[in-house]
T-cell receptor, first 115, second 112 residues
Framework: AQSVTQPDIHITVSEGASLELRCNYS??????LFWYVQSPGQGLQLLLK??????LVQGIKGFEAEFKRSQSSFNLRKPSVHWSDAAEYFC?????????????FGQGTELSVKP | DAGVTQSPTHLIKTRGQQVTLRCSPK?????VSWYQQALGQGPQFIFQ???????QRGNFPDRFSGHQFPNYSSELNVNALLLGDSALYLC???????????FGPGTRLTVL
């Protein structure tokens, strides 16, 4: 069955420190992968997406993610975290081999930023 | 350029009632998907509408139904509400069923 696992429910980092949020997926074919961010009481904003090609993808707000097929992972990274990055982050996989369609989400990782 | 809009923002209902939530897609988008996000969980796919037809459906009972209008806007209807239906309902729009999905702010439904 298709699934997404985000092992870390809550992460706290200091402002200016680097960040890595983990995402592992289970999918029978080449996945289409996404990271979304959700601020309290808000909808989801797309940070970046991977369909094919270069396994390191760049997104908005200085985020990047690397697709590693051998590890079934798509971890999100940022070299220097800002206080405004505090939010909930969701990894998602696109089902049925298309560029979207039904999205399967992980449970999310809540990011807190210490001053 | 307006993004995805949803109404109402908040809604309170009692068990057994029926509710209708509305979504207007981003300009240029023709496909609408609906998700349910329970507190502390990731969104779960309910269904997707394209060309006024339900194209994909998640694991939700028939109490959940929808509709898409010729202007691509969409409604989500939930009948016989249960306490467990309390959640944030998110609408996402895309270009075609395989397009990248852009989400609205959601409707917070509370069932008492």
């Amino acid at each position: 069955a298709q699934s997404v696992t985000q092992p870390d429910i809550h992460i706290t980092v200091s402002e200016g420190a680097s960040l890595e949020l983990r995402c592992n997926y289970s999918y029978g074919a080449t996945p289409y992968l996404f990271w979304y961010v959700q601020s309290p009481g808000q909808g989801l904003q797309l940070l970046l997406k991977y369909f094919s090609g270069d396994t390191l993808v760049q997104g908005i707000k200085g985020f990047e993610a690397e697709f590693k097929r051998s590890q079934s992972s798509f971890n999100l990274r940022k070299p220097s975290v800002h206080w405004s990055d505090a939010a909930e982050y969701f990894c998602a996989v696109g089902a049925s081999g298309n560029q979207g369609g039904k999205l399967i989400f992980g449970q999310g990782t809540e990011l807190s930023v210490k001053p | 350029d307006a993004g995805v809009t949803q109404s109402p923002t908040h809604l309170i209902k009692t068990r057994g009632q029926q509710v209708t939530l509305r979504c207007s897609p981003k300009s240029g988008h023709d496909t609408v998907s609906w998700y349910q996000q329970a507190l502390g969980q990731g969104p779960q796919f309910i269904f997707q509408y394209y060309e006024e037809e339900e194209r994909q459906r998640g694991n939700f009972p028939d109490r959940f139904s929808g509709h898409q209008f010729p202007n691509y806007s969409s409604e989500l209807n939930v009948n016989a509400l249960l306490l467990g239906d309390s959640a944030l309902y998110l609408c996402a729009s895309s270009t075609g069923t395989g397009g990248v999905q852009f989400f609205g702010p959601g409707t917070r439904l509370t069932v008492l």
